[in-house]
């Protein structure tokens, strides 16, 4: 049994060796079981899409056999973005729904997002599916079905319903990386009258241009070098199953999504005082001020889409972000990440302003950061590295432990390591007032991270 496959908030491997169909389909015998609506004698109606992967089709038939041999109503809403099978759960009033998507992983891997009615579907859930797959107690229900539900226009027409574009001849450039969310998203933008330059819009599993995860420099560096030669106010960049967005400034730089965060939370604070805006703990320390000196109320949280849509729910926030570019848009929206609909409110806001993104946040303290830095490490020591690296950092600063270690030092530089929930790496992320303090703080913290690789022999 894969067990590792079973991770905090998804289900995701390596298709070809990790999800077999037999465990495929057991997956979908048991969610059958487990997304059966409470005190309701019927079967429950389980939306499923997929996103472009070459691996999808073999995998949606193995999910939609074991739900129906559950008894499960399953509509089939076809290919598309994630967000696409958030919205047709609320559309449909399903019982849940499953994304079969690796996400922003390599284009050999693939897995499934969950739904529980209109919520996340993680942690001790993820782990009793796991268990009554393992134990093989999988019991058949008569009645399953499978009927295909066209959701496309239903969820175009609400991407755009409350997006109000005064200047629709705004010059921007979309980069879908060949993943789930080109062509829908091109078709809600040119139904509100843009006219997106597209880079990699059509879908292809293989992802031969770049690899589809705007979180990484390199994978940006296309959509940069078009925006200058377009002389495009701004680049947007989905990932392959359409939740995250990445965006490039038309003088080229990157706009990490702590200070895109930033932005959107200050339209809604204007409108909304006192609003709660929730962000993870990659996020700067910035942000927390900036949003706090407007009025609004900053809170950290924990890494994970799952994670953050709880906490939103919890603290009635208005937004929530992660820097891995996440955007969860409660005003006006449903709460989940769809990052088509985080580059329409950012269109939005170039549009109304005339203004760049840079020009918006010019007032944001800068400071020296680096992106996420991935270090591998097997999904079975990296909690025990991180461990190891928090009782390293425990007297140098003020500890966090609230996902993995922030350390917080006198001079306002941070650092974070944390264990990933979608891979077997750990997450670093540094933040310092100078150049020479980062690089100082990234190697240090780096070091520790190697030292206790070694010592627990990953």
Same mark, same amino acid.
């Given at each position: 049994?894969? /067990?590792?496959?079973?991770? #905090?908030?998804?289900?995701?491997?390596?298709? #070809?060796?990790?999800?077999?169909?037999?465990?495929?389909?057991?997956?979908?015998?048991?969610?059958?079981?487990?997304?059966?609506?409470?005190?309701?004698?019927?079967?429950?109606?389980?939306?499923?899409?997929?996103?472009?992967?070459? *691996?999808?089709?073999?995998?949606?038939?193995?999910?939609?056999?074991?739900?129906?041999?559950?008894? =499960?109503?399953?509509?089939?809403?076809?290919?598309?973005?994630?967000?696409?099978?958030?919205? /047709?759960?609320?559309? !449909?009033?399903?019982?849940?729904?499953?994304?079969?998507?690796?996400?922003?992983?390599?284009?050999?891997?693939?897995?499934?997002?969950?739904? @529980?009615?209109?919520?996340?579907?993680?942690?001790?859930?993820?782990?009793?599916?796991?268990?009554?797959?393992?134990?093989?107690?999988?019991?058949?229900?008569?009645?399953? /079905?499978?009927?295909?539900?066209?959701?496309?226009?239903?969820?175009?027409?609400?991407?755009?319903?409350?997006?109000?574009?005064? %200047? +629709?001849?705004?010059?921007?450039?979309?980069?879908?990386?060949?993943? =789930?969310?080109?062509?829908?998203?091109?078709?809600?933008?040119?139904?509100?009258?843009?006219?997106?330059?597209?880079?990699?819009?059509?879908?292809?599993?293989?992802?031969?241009?770049?690899?589809?995860?705007?979180?990484?420099?390199?994978?940006?560096?296309? !959509?940069?070098?078009?925006? &200058?030669?377009?002389?495009?106010?701004?680049?947007?960049?989905?990932?392959?199953?359409?939740?995250?967005?990445?965006?490039? %400034?038309?003088?080229?730089?990157?706009?990490?999504? %702590?200070? !895109?965060?930033?932005?959107?939370?200050?339209?809604?604070?204007?409108?909304?005082?006192?609003?709660?805006?929730?962000?993870?703990?990659?996020?700067?320390?910035? !942000?927390?001020?900036?949003?706090?000196?407007?009025?609004?109320?900053?809170?950290?949280?924990?890494?994970?889409?799952?994670?953050?849509?709880?906490?939103? +729910?919890?603290?009635?926030?208005?937004?929530?972000?992660?820097?891995?570019?996440?955007?969860?848009?409660?005003?006006?929206?449903?709460?989940?990440?769809?990052?088509?609909?985080?580059?329409?409110?950012?269109?939005?806001?170039?549009?109304?302003?005339? &203004? *760049?993104?840079?020009?918006?946040?010019?007032?944001?303290?800068?400071?020296?950061?680096?992106?996420?830095?991935?270090?591998?490490?097997?999904?079975?020591?990296?909690?025990?590295?991180?461990?190891?690296?928090? +009782?390293?950092?425990?007297?140098?600063?003020?500890?966090?432990?609230?996902?993995?270690? @922030?350390?917080?030092?006198?001079?306002?530089?941070?650092?974070?390591?944390?264990?990933?929930?979608?891979?077997?790496?750990?997450?670093?992320?540094?933040?310092?007032?100078?150049?020479?303090?980062?690089?100082?703080? /990234?190697?240090?913290? #780096?070091?520790?991270?190697? +030292?206790?690789?070694?010592?627990?022999?990953?």
């Amino acid at each position: 049994m894969t /067990s590792h496959v079973f991770r #905090e908030y998804d289900i995701r491997g390596v298709a #070809e060796r990790d999800l077999s169909d037999d465990l495929v389909r057991r997956i979908g015998l048991g969610l059958a079981e487990m997304l059966r609506p409470d005190g309701q004698d019927r079967a429950p109606r389980i939306a499923v899409g997929r996103d472009c992967r070459l *691996s999808g089709p073999r995998l949606f038939a193995a999910l939609t056999s074991g739900l129906r041999q559950g008894g =499960a109503e399953v509509l089939d809403i076809g290919v598309g973005p994630t967000p696409k099978l958030y919205f /047709s759960v609320y559309h !449909l009033d399903a019982d849940g729904g499953v994304m079969v998507t690796g996400s922003h992983n390599p284009a050999q891997d693939n897995g499934f997002k969950i739904m @529980r009615g209109k919520a996340s579907f993680f942690g001790d859930a993820i782990q009793e599916l796991r268990r009554r797959v393992e134990r093989g107690e999988l019991v058949a229900q008569p009645g399953g /079905s499978l009927r295909e539900v066209d959701v496309d226009e239903a969820y175009v027409e609400r991407l755009g319903k409350d997006i109000a574009l005064p %200047d +629709k001849q705004i010059k921007f450039v979309v980069d879908a990386g060949n993943g =789930a969310a080109g062509p829908l998203g091109v078709r809600a933008m040119q139904r509100l009258g843009l006219e997106p330059v597209q880079l990699f819009c059509d879908m292809d599993g293989r992802f031969p241009n770049h690899h589809p995860d705007p979180t990484v420099p390199k994978n940006l560096e296309a !959509l940069i070098a078009r925006v &200058k030669s377009e002389k495009a106010i701004v680049g947007l960049a989905w990932d392959g199953d359409g939740d995250r967005l990445g965006v490039v %400034d038309r003088s080229g730089e990157i706009i990490w999504g %702590d200070r !895109l965060l930033a932005l959107y939370a200050r339209g809604i604070l204007e409108k909304q005082p006192g609003a709660a805006v929730i962000a993870d703990v990659k996020c700067s320390q910035y !942000l927390f001020d900036d949003v706090n000196a407007r009025g609004g109320r900053a809170v950290m949280w924990k890494t994970g889409h799952s994670l953050i849509k709880t906490k939103m +729910k919890e603290e009635h926030a208005a937004i929530a972000g992660e820097m891995s570019g996440h955007f969860f848009f409660a005003d006006r929206y449903y709460g989940y990440d769809d990052a088509i609909y985080a580059a329409l409110r950012t269109l939005e806001i170039l549009s109304r302003t005339g &203004k *760049s993104v840079v020009e918006l946040l010019s007032d944001l303290p800068r400071s020296y950061f680096t992106p996420e830095i991935r270090m591998d490490c097997p999904d079975g020591a990296k909690t025990e590295v991180v461990e190891r690296v928090a +009782k390293a950092l425990e007297n140098e600063g003020q500890v966090n432990r609230l996902d993995g270690v @922030r350390v917080t030092y006198p001079d306002g530089a941070w650092a974070l390591a944390r264990a990933s929930n979608t891979g077997p790496v750990i997450v670093l992320r540094f933040e310092a007032p100078s150049e020479s303090r980062l690089k100082e703080l /990234s190697r240090h913290v #780096e070091s520790l991270v190697q +030292k206790a690789r070694a010592a627990v022999g990953a």
